[in-house]
């Protein structure tokens, strides 16, 4: 693997409930790139997020997943993490109990495995939670309790403050108005410009695209990557849909 990709995935077969999904997937993503993952409903976009990350639903009968020069095909979710990949769930889950403060302390004293300064933290909470336009009081709220659209402003406030080598984007503009896709544009762009980590966006839409650096995009269809190519590739996509693009 070469030292300037953070991501390399060789002939990855992946299946869920005794149904193979990804068939053969080859993808690599340099450093401080930008990928976009587009396609139709159902064709493994998401399982491949998932597989990247671990989640043990996803089984991989076939393959290597290499991150950062390592072999990580069978390294548990958890030890993932803490190596820097990041995943923004489509739909996230609501956590009562925990807040998104004490989550988010969480996460980084596992990660850097030393404590960190409350004073610290809470200094940069609020740095990021006002580059997002983020209330404050949303930080003492239980993990995406009654956060409505505000679950995946808060993902990406983890994003920020985590500072992950990979952050994986799935459908993170689903379901927003046209403020807050523009909210959490500004919040991947400003990874993008500090963290000056890889991304690998996984959309439908082309609206959070709008004003971010793209590098590729891939068109999966039927559990493989059938095109490659760069931003323009969007907007053929947009132009001619998915069924001719692939052709």
Known sequence: MSEKNILEIKNLHVSADDKDILRGVDLTIGKNETHVLMGPNGTGKSTLGYAITGNPHYIVTEGDIIFDGENITEMPVNERAKKGIFLSFQNPLEVPGITLSAF????????????????????????????????????ERDLNVGFSGGKKKAEILQMLMLEPKLAILDETDSGLDVDAVRTVSKGIHAYQEKCKGSLLIITHSTRILESLKVDVTHVMEGGRIVKNGDASLVDAINENGFEQISE
Request: hydrophobic share 35%; glycine share 2%; proline share 0%.
């Open 104 to 139: 988010i302390r969480s996460a980084l004293e596992q990660k850097s495995g030393k404590r960190i300064r409350l004073w610290d933290f809470k200094k940069k909470l609020k740095e990021t939670m006002e580059l997002l336009s983020m209330d404050e009081s949303y930080a």
